[in-house]
């Protein structure tokens, strides 16, 4: 059982106590919990394979520990197979409809006897759902709407969810008898910020006994289709994965085919037929003239490498970030494709909290952190005051955490500590700290946190207010947006990008998976704007330091280079870039 999977098993756990009204701390315990296993670095499975006592880990109790030892040696939880006899299926996606939650599936259940999302729809519609006490005419028309809205999806994974399922799934796939080359396409492979289903590619000397390893992977619940060169299954996590086994001749070709994206395929084609060629899974083929004027395959002339059948097209080998129809076989066919960020590129980290505030790890394992991660500076940015639940710092303990800051920067001498803050923009635009403070800080962060629902011609107005603050620097993860939970404020993005150009302030990448705010479309257009960018983790741990790769991910979709990303410049040069007035 790999994090993820783990997670999501305490999670479930944690969604049927909560329809049973159990104990708040109880349900608590179960998602703080799942929160540290989905994030955690090392699969538990191997510490709990060593014998290692997991209560040693933050957020694990003595229960906890025997649950997780349960599941990854018998890939069963009896607390949850019990839980799962006492609440009907349904009432769990019941409590995923925003607005709805465990009390009023509760409520549902047990007035209305509504156990699933039809019933749910039936009564809705039938009026019967406005009737029941603390419901109404409102909440029963945002059911209906989010009903209907659901239908159309299928569930998507976080792109760090899909790496950790991915990297499992590699490392029993490399043990596939005969297996030589591995990879996995799709939209993984170009890194995009949700993944539907997971697409492996491998050769093989024979196809059949590589199923059969495949098929017999823990981790598989269903084999949804068995085929001699394709394999659909669905994993316990709920992720799909289609494997494809080639011949190794065309596996370039099935590589750039099965990578996708669609659009970017689609256009490939095109360009192939206007030389003459056809382009499929199979290869690049020449094209010839038959008897009665129709065109047949002829000679294979590329498909064993993805770089031979770029060239078989007059193109260089475009990164699979790019591949989006957003302009780069264009830039290819020009010999501008830009030379794009990478993870070791970046010099420092800009957005991350400490003990101060709701960090999990003190300033000096932070600064610790960093420094083994090769970073020359980075901002420490604990929260303002008015965010009273994270333990926002106000100025007398702002100006004790600048006391510590100059303790520990006279131990590590080689890393740069930037004294910042994230501070909150109020409703009306202003800023959460007195500028007496603010001209003390080397960086100065500001984002929002609340009234998030403000309507675009407001919400526009309060950010545009904050980046004229001559003190800015940086706007941190501007639109609020979390994946699959919370909706992007509505901001006129193309206005907040034109004034932060005008004020000098640089838009945030924030690479915490479920953010990835700004987006990939957004930071492209910042680009094109001129707009500078940094990338940042907003770390809340010295392991969340390592989801710098995923604003990286972005920041290489949105056809970003060094040149774009302030953070890649060295301590000086970075200082003097981000000081806007001269
Ligand atoms: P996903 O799984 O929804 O996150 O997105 P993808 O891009 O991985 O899409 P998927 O798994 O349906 O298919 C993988 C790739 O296969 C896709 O990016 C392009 C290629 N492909 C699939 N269907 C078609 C098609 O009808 N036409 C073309 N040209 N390519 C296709
Ligand atoms: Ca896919
Ligand atoms: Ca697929
Ligand atoms: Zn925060």
Redesign the pocket.
Known sequence: MENVELAAALDEVADLLEIQGANPFRVRAYRNAARFVRGYSTPLRKLVAEGRDLTELPTIGADMAKYLAELCQTGKLAVLEQLRSQVPPGLVEITQLPGVGPKRAQALWKELQITDLEQLRQAALAGRVAALRGFGDKTQQKILQAIERRAGQ?K?FLLADADQIAAALREHMAQAPGVDRLEM??????R?E??????LLVTAAEPGPVMDHFTRWPSVAEVVQKGTTRTTVRLRSGM?V?LRVVEPAAFGAALC??????????R??QRALERGLRIS?YGVFELLEGEGGERREGRRVAGATEQEVYAAVGLPWIPPEL?EDRGELEAAERGELPALVELGDIRGDLQMHTRWSDGKNTLAEMVAACLARGYAYMAVTDHSPSLAMTGGLDPAKLRRQWQEIERVAADYPKIRILKSMEIDIRRDGSLDLADELLEQLDVVLVSIHSYLELGMAEQTRRVLKALEHPRVHILAHPTGRRLGQREPMQLDMDEVLHCAREHGVAVEANAQPERLDLNDVHLFRARELGVKVVISTDAHSTADLDLMRYGVAQARRAWLTPKHVLNTLPPGRFLQALRRRR
């Open positions: 299928q998507r396409a799709g939209s993984w492979r170009r995009k949700t993944v539907g289903d997971l697409d799909q289609d085919y099965f990578t996708g994206s669609k659009e970017h395929n689609i490939m084609r899974e591949r």
